[in-house]
């Protein structure tokens, strides 16, 4: 079997982190986020990965190079010369994607972190007969996406209904669709939108399911989000394989720590916490609902909450880091600094508080 992950863009939304590497490889709970869905597809039995992708696809493919031969699994890029859309990329890796077993194959949002539940996906999409198969999840606030009507007991999809004013249901597309090859003849090379332009056409032909998500979901493409489905990420760790978290007198909730990472005496961590390889925790130190990355420094007495810490970066003595501040790679803040929401370039130094949310150049 075979599947497509749309990589696509600059991941502008989560800058400064992206200003370093590209956004699938920045780490989501102590891995990269697009491992999280090549290791779920690698488990169902695919064995081929294409990576659509219209930015910096050596540095992508340099990377995931160890971590073919690791998994076993062969992954490829397919790169756009000029953005496709979420269906356009579909048609130019039309020749990766086809081969003579007819099978069906994935395609995958890489903002997208949920349980993966693909193998019941499979299930599915054999029992319905259709043409294409998509995720779909509840959500609190449907007006916000475009939301999709379907048929409780079947899953046939009969419409899409873009940020709708009145109430016609709260399940959205998941970001995670199974399509028989059939769907490529749908779709031409050119900029198109597959939520938009294809899925509809197939849902006139009554050749559209969908299956309502279990578990959690969460598109983790920019900061709010991503502090967010980490909180649901570790919750589902808790459930599934609660041995991966971290225990002890100075743990609340579920935390994540890297084995080579050290923590000082005193600290209370958590909830909602991942600790990176090669971090230092000193003494004293409170950290609550954030990230904080491969070779951080933390000094004594700190206190980070709702926030991501960049790779290399150094945090001081009885500093205070909240409210969604983003540091980028290599930010060393000061002792006794106040950061209200800051985002900080890559490579800085923070000698004064920043008071109100702002952007550091």
């Not at 990766?96 to 993966?116: A, R």
């Not at 996406?145 to 079947?154: A, I, L």
Request: net charge neutral.
């Amino acid at each position: 079997m075979k599947a497509l992950i749309l990589v696509g863009g600059f991941g502008t939304r989560l800058r400064p982190l992206t200003l370093s590497v590209p956004k699938p490889l920045v780490e989501f709970a102590n891995k990269p986020m697009i491992l999280h869905q090549i290791e779920a597809l690698k488990a169902i039995g695919v064995t081929e990965v294409v990576l659509a992708i219209n930015y910096q696809p050596e540095v992508m493919l340099n990377f995931l190079k160890e971590f073919e031969e690791k998994l076993g699994i062969k992954i490829t890029c397919s790169q756009e010369t000029e953005p496709l859309g979420t269906a356009g990329p579909l048609a130019l890796a039309r020749d990766k994607l086809i081969d003579n077993s007819g099978e069906p194959f994935f395609v995958l949002n890489s903002d997208v972190i949920s349980e993966y539940p693909l193998k019941e996906m499979i299930e599915f999409h054999k029992s319905h007969g259709g043409e294409a198969s998509i995720m779909v999840t509840k959500v609190d606030e449907p007006s916000k996406y475009g939301v999709v009507v379907m048929e409780e007991k079947t899953g046939k999809v009969e419409r899409f209904v873009e940020k709708p004013k009145l109430f016609v249901g709260n399940k959205i597309n998941a970001g995670i669709y199974l399509l028989n090859p059939a769907v490529l003849d749908r779709i031409e090379l050119r900029p198109t939108s597959i939520e938009k332009e294809v899925f509809p056409k197939i849902a006139a032909d009554n050749k559209l399911f969908a299956m309502v998500l279990p578990g959690f979901w969460m598109d983790i493409g920019q900061p709010r989000d991503y502090i967010t489905g980490l909180r649901l990420y570790l919750d589902s760790l808790r459930k599934r394989y609660s041995t991966k978290l971290a225990s002890g007198p100075n743990i609340v909730g579920n935390v994540l720590v890297d084995e080579t990472a050290k923590i000082g005496e005193g600290c209370l961590i958590g909830p909602d916490v991942a600790i990176g390889p090669g971090c230092v925790v000193e003494a004293g130190v409170r950290l609550s609902r954030c990230t904080v990355m491969r070779g951080v420094r933390i000094k004594k007495h700190a206190c980070v909450a709702g926030s991501i810490i960049g790779w290399h970066s150094t945090v001081g003595q009885w500093a205070r880091v909240e409210n969604m501040t983003i540091l980028g790679e290599d930010v060393h803040v000061g002792d006794e600094i106040y950061s209200n929401g800051g985002v900080v370039l890559p490579h800085k130094e923070i000698k004064s508080s920043i008071l109100k949310p702002e952007i550091v150049m």
